[in-house]
């Protein structure tokens, strides 16, 4: 049985501010994009997991042994994750993939749990889970664990990521962040539906580009060519919309760039 783990990008990524319980506010429009890792899950006697690389405290054990444990399942699980969203990339690879494990373990155990208690488990395991469990465009507000899905008449068909050799800690980038400007997300949200992407924004780019210096400097250099390129997440991902050729000729002449050409969901 196989379940795929879609990867994110942020279109909007507006923070309000810090909340009493120590997350930040967020306000993000996001879309999943055809850029995935494949989960195979098969019976076993026990819980176990092998994956193509190896993850450090893989999140993917804690949703098996919460969900085992919740649901008193007597049977266990093998899952075999097979890694292609880079760690650290700001496109919600380890997020889907924990999703990815309620969706399949639901089936598996014939559980059929519904939305609701399919989104509190989400919803335990980080902020970015809510949205990879439906891989629907949405709004995303609180710590991330609100969502409004979104139905947009066209997809977005042509998007290049850019994915640097940096690894970006999100901890560091929220340690880094110091909101100076307001932008108005409403009327950013309002133009990427008609098709616009001209107000595009993340309110973290600022605090990425700081708390790297490595980063920092490509980010001028990729500026210097006049590429349009935006930021997904907390980094390290840049991508640009419905890139031209030109676009491509100047970021393949870039080293230690891995890009991909990919689309909507």
Request: no cysteine.
């Amino acid at each position: 049985m196989i379940e795929h783990a879609y990867a994110k990008i942020n279109l909007i990524l507006d923070i309000k501010g810090k909340r009493p319980d120590g997350y930040h506010e967020l306000k993000s429009f996001m879309i999943p994009i055809d850029y995935y890792d494949i989960l195979e899950f098969k019976p076993s006697d026990k819980l176990t997991l092998t994956s193509n690389i190896e993850i450090e405290d893989n999140g993917i054990t804690k949703v098996m042994q919460y969900m085992k444990e919740t649901y008193q399942v007597k049977t266990g699980a093998h899952i075999h994750l097979d890694k292609h969203i880079p760690i650290g990339a700001g496109l919600a690879g380890g997020s889907s993939d924990m999703t990815a494990t309620i969706r399949g373990l639901d089936r598996l155990w014939g559980l059929n749990l519904s939305s609701k208690e399919k989104e509190h488990i989400a919803n335990r395991f980080g902020s970015d889970t809510l949205f990879t469990l439906y891989s629907e465009p949405g709004i995303i507000t609180g710590r991330g664990d609100e969502i409004s899905l979104v139905e947009m008449t066209e997809k977005i068909e042509d998007i290049l990521l850019i994915l640097p050799n940096i690894s970006l800690l999100t901890k560091d980038v929220f340690k880094a962040f110091d909101k100076k400007d307001s932008h108005d997300f409403d009327m950013a949200f309002n133009q990427v539906m008609r098709k616009d992407y001209s107000l595009l924004y993340n309110d973290l780019l600022d605090a990425a580009l700081a708390s790297n210096q490595a980063y920092h400097d490509l980010y001028q250099q990729l500026l210097s060519k006049g590429l349009n390129i935006h930021l997904s997440g907390s980094g390290s991902t840049f991508y640009i919309l419905y890139p031209t050729e030109m676009d491509l000729k100047i970021v393949n002449e870039f080293k230690d760039l891995k890009i991909i050409r990919t689309k909507q969901r």
